[in-house]
């Protein structure tokens, strides 16, 4: 790697003139440094690692009921899939499962964007409209087509939620 390098670069400003930290030293004197590399990990583990503890202990985490945790809560239940996904197929396909996950939020993401601009154009609210100069009618409007919305789309939510078919006692096999 080392003499490819030195041909490569020859005569160029571009040339490496040190490796970094974690690439100096290995095998052969070009390798992978493993115990640079372990250590940093291990103190990126246990820094991010004790976060989501300390703060609770702080007060600073959100509590047990709070809707912050939701994203959490929908990233341990998607590996509850795929590992029961794995467990019934023989197969691995974590990839196609977060990728799936992934490919969903950036399409709730864009049609709620687009429902978003269809709200607004349906309840009139006005172009370059002003803070505190709004008819009271759109306002009300709004926040009724908001609320049902809401709603509806929450209860979906909720249904797709309640036949969540995986449980502690079936899901404690897997591991």
Request: charged share 15%; net charge positive.
């Amino acid at each position: 790697m080392k003499v490819w390098l030195r041909k490569r670069f020859r005569g160029s400003s571009r040339c490496p003139k040190q490796k970094p930290l974690l690439f100096r030293g290995g095998v052969g004197g070009g390798g992978f440094r493993q115990t640079a590399a372990a250590l940093a990990l291990v103190v990126c583990y246990l820094s991010l690692a004790t976060i989501p503890v300390m703060a609770r202990v702080l007060g600073l985490f959100p509590a047990k009921t709070s809707a912050l945790l939701l994203p959490i809560l929908l990233g341990s239940m998607l590996s509850d899939v795929v590992e029961e996904d794995g467990a019934r197929t023989g197969r691995r396909s974590e990839g196609v499962f977060f990728a799936g996950s992934f490919d969903v939020l950036n399409c709730a993401g864009g049609m709620g964007i687009f429902l978003t601009g269809m709200l607004i154009t349906d309840v009139g609210f006005p172009t370059g409209a002003q803070p505190g100069n709004m008819p009271m009618a759109v306002l009300d409007h709004l926040a009724l087509a908001y609320s049902g919305n809401t709603l509806v789309l929450g209860s979906a939510g909720a249904l797709i939620l309640w036949h969540y078919p995986i449980s502690p006692s079936g899901n404690s096999g897997v591991r």
